[in-house]
């Protein structure tokens, strides 16, 4: 089952690069995996799925530890409290949800240096909803300016989680709107624009996104199963 949807969903995926004129393979799929049990994972990453997003520390920790034979690479895409900065500098390889210089600086010392740079993401709050984290998108180049000299990380690009839009051009709007600040960061080289959910990853693919974040087309409903403790 979770192997069908893999491929379907990589299908769109697929096809929406070539409906909006990206270059073919230009977008990634990050299966988000929270709260779904390690055999899922497993299920998707045997089908050829490699890269994981888990918004609870222990809980992706506990996974880490049952799957340490697969060659996962870890993406934390949750809320960051600074208790929980030093385990996510050593067990993940990826960090998308970065929403503050400070954050910036506790993981940066917090890496253990025998592991490569944390790759990071800035997490803007593009709606600018007060009920969510991120950098005001006005913020942006400072921030970016203040992260992008630490040691032990690489400022990858942007994510983002805009307020939701059943309309199709709606949805396209915010993104529009982030990815003509990022175009005046051209000569930082990001790579990485982290946006697009279940409900909106084709509006994300038609205005930039590298990376689509979905969960439930994959692994479907969340259910009461796994180690769903927000930690």
């Known amino acids: 089952m979770i192997a069908n949807r893999l491929k379907e969903i990589q299908d769109q995926i697929r096809h929406a690069e070539q409906a909006y004129a990206r270059k073919a393979g230009a977008v990634s799929l990050l299966a988000v995996s ?6 899922d994972i497993a299920a998707a990453y045997q089908a050829g799925q490699r890269h994981f997003g888990e918004n609870y520390v222990q809980e992706a920790i506990n996974k880490q530890q049952l799957l340490g034979a697969f060659d996962i690479s870890w993406h934390f895409i949750g809320p960051i409290q600074s ?5 996510i500098a050593r067990h993940f390889a990826w960090v998308h949800s970065v929403d503050s210089v400070k954050i910036a600086h506790r993981l940066s010392g917090q890496r253990p240096h025998h592991l490569p740079p944390l790759n990071i993401c800035l997490q803007v709050n593009i709606s600018g909803e007060e009920s969510k984290s991120g950098i005001a998108l006005y913020e942006l180049p400072d921030i970016y300016s203040q992260i992008s000299t630490l040691p032990n990380l690489i400022v990858r690009g942007v994510m983002a989680v805009p307020a939701p839009e059943e309309d199709f051009a709606k949805q396209r709007v915010p993104y529009k709107t982030l990815m003509q600040v ?17 409900g909106d990853w084709v509006a994300a693919i038609a205005e930039g996104s590298t990376m689509v974040r979905i969960g439930t087309a994959l692994f479907g409903a969340r259910g009461r199963h796994g180690n769903k403790a927000n930690v």
Do not use: H, Y
Request: without cysteine; proline residues 4%.
């Open 34 to 39: 929270k709260t779904k049990p390690a055999q």
């Open 83 to 87: 208790n929980k900065t030093k385990l």
């Open 182 to 198: 990022v175009a005046g960061l051209d000569e930082a080289g990001l790579d990485t624009f982290s946006f697009g959910m279940s």
